[in-house]
């Protein structure tokens, strides 16, 4: 399965994005699909988890109200709704899909290539 990003850029603090993630197969269909995140010098990060059908969601504490995931299955894609941006949500953002609905990068199955986000002051 191959993850493509996309929707990074540069905002400023209190704007919106929205992240993409196309899946290249349809049994993306049947897994729990995540974001991630990392920032310069940081460790990579849980942001959110959707299951499969779209009907179970998990979001980091921290992002919760202002990081919303989804997915369209018809499309094979997943999206980070992102508002209220701080500049502390700078990073680069990856898709993953997972083994489970799990929080820990170690049951990913396969990452996407990141999109940049950056947010300006």
């Known amino acids: 399965v191959q993850l493509q990003a996309s929707g990074g850029g540069l905002v400023q603090a209190g704007g919106s994005l929205r992240l993409s993630c196309a899946a290249s197969e349809p049994t993306f269909r049947s897994s729990v699909m995540a974001w991630f995140r990392q920032a310069p010098g940081k460790e990579r990060e849980f942001v959110a988890s959707?299951?499969?059908?779209?009907?179970?969601?998990s979001h980091a504490n921290s992002l919760k109200g202002r990081f919303t995931i989804s997915r369209d299955n018809a499309k094979n894609t997943v999206y980070l709704q992102m508002n209220s941006l701080k500049p502390e949500d700078t990073a680069s953002y990856y898709c993953?899909?997972?083994?489970?609905?799990?929080?820990?990068?170690?049951?990913?199955?396969?990452w996407g290539r990141g999109t940049q986000v950056t947010v300006s002051s």
């Open positions: 959707i299951s499969s059908s779209g009907t179970g969601t």
């Open positions: 993953a899909a997972m083994r489970g609905f799990y929080t820990a990068s170690e049951f990913v199955d396969y």
